[in-house]
Nanobody
Framework: QVQLVESGGGLVQAGDSLRLSCAASGGTFSTYTMGWFRQAPGKERESVAQITWNGAYTYYVDSVKGRFTISRDNAKNTVTLQMNSLKPEDTAVYYC?????????????????WGQGTQVTVSS
C-alpha cells in the first residue's frame, strides 16, 4: 500500500513563499505520476500541479503558473511543490497524490493514492 505524507504547510503573509514536501513509501514511486491537489473551504478539490514519472512533463493550473514549481526526486521518493508569491486565494488544504497510470488527470478520481493533507493559509 502506498502511503503519502505531506509536510511544510503553515501560515504566511501574501507575497511569501512556502515549500511543500511529500514523502512516499510502498509501491513503485518512480513509475507514478505525482501531483498536488488543493481544496479551499466551500470549494471543490482542484488539481494544482502534476509531474510525470520521469519529471519530463509538468502541468499547472492557470492560477499558479509562474508562481508554483513541482519537482520530484525518484531516488528519495519525494515530490515537492515550491510556492512563491503566495496570495490569499491560495489558502487551502493541499494534498499530495499519486497515479499509477501514465498521463495527467484533472479530476480527483484520476488519482489512486492521497496524503492526509497539509493546511496552507495566506493572510492579506
Amino acid at each position: 500500500q502506498v502511503q503519502l505524507v505531506e509536510s511544510g504547510g503553515g501560515l504566511v503573509q501574501a507575497g511569501d513563499s512556502l515549500r511543500l514536501s511529500c514523502a512516499a513509501s510502498g509501491g513503485t514511486f518512480s513509475t507514478y505520476t505525482m501531483g498536488w491537489f488543493r481544496q479551499a473551504p466551500g470549494k471543490e478539490r482542484e488539481s494544482v500541479a502534476q509531474i510525470t514519472w520521469n519529471g519530463a512533463y509538468t502541468y499547472y493550473v492557470d492560477s499558479v503558473k509562474g508562481r508554483f514549481t513541482i519537482s520530484r526526486d525518484n531516488a528519495k521518493n519525494t515530490v515537492t511543490l515550491q510556492m512563491n508569491s503566495l496570495k490569499p486565494e491560495d489558502t487551502a488544504v493541499y494534498y499530495c497524490v499519486a497515479r499509477k497510470r501514465a498521463g495527467f488527470s484533472s479530476t480527483p478520481n484520476g488519482y489512486d493514492y492521497w496524503g492526509q493533507g497539509t493546511q496552507v493559509t495566506v493572510s492579506s
